[in-house]
């Protein structure tokens, strides 16, 4: 069975960091994206930043230049580093992981909360 369990979630004031950790335990083979989704109040999920297997990352406009996404292959871990953070960015964060056979796992979420 595979688990993806998040951690490093928080209440930080506006303009702070936080780092997000992903790691996948289990029978988990073949991960190609690896990516970061988020869902505030009343809102859709959405799709925050990905990274592939080959290192190349994409984000969502929103936070383009203040979040970074990263991998580490060899313990299928994937991270997010957030930073000048706004009240905006408030939402339960998930993580997401994709192998070649688009079977995806998800995480249980974490709290992001920005105070203004």
């Known amino acids: 069975q595979v688990q993806l369990v998040e951690s490093g979630g928080g209440l930080v004031q506006a303009g702070g960091s936080l780092r997000l950790s992903c790691a996948a335990s289990?029978?988990?083979?073949?991960?190609?994206?690896m990516s970061w989704y988020r869902q505030a109040p009343e809102k859709q999920r959405e799709l925050v930043a990905t990274?592939?297997?080959?290192?190349?990352?994409s984000y969502a406009d929103s936070v383009k230049g203040r979040f970074t996404i990263s991998r580490d292959n060899a313990k299928n871990t994937v991270h997010l580093q957030m930073n000048s953070l706004k009240p905006e960015d408030t939402a339960v964060y998930y993580c997401?992981?994709?192998?070649?056979?688009?079977?995806?796992?998800w995480g249980q979420g974490t709290q992001v909360t920005v105070s203004s």
């Open positions: 990274v592939t297997l080959d290192g190349s990352t």
């Open positions: 997401n992981m994709m192998n070649y056979y688009y079977i995806q796992y």
């Open positions: 289990g029978s988990i083979f073949s991960i190609n994206a």
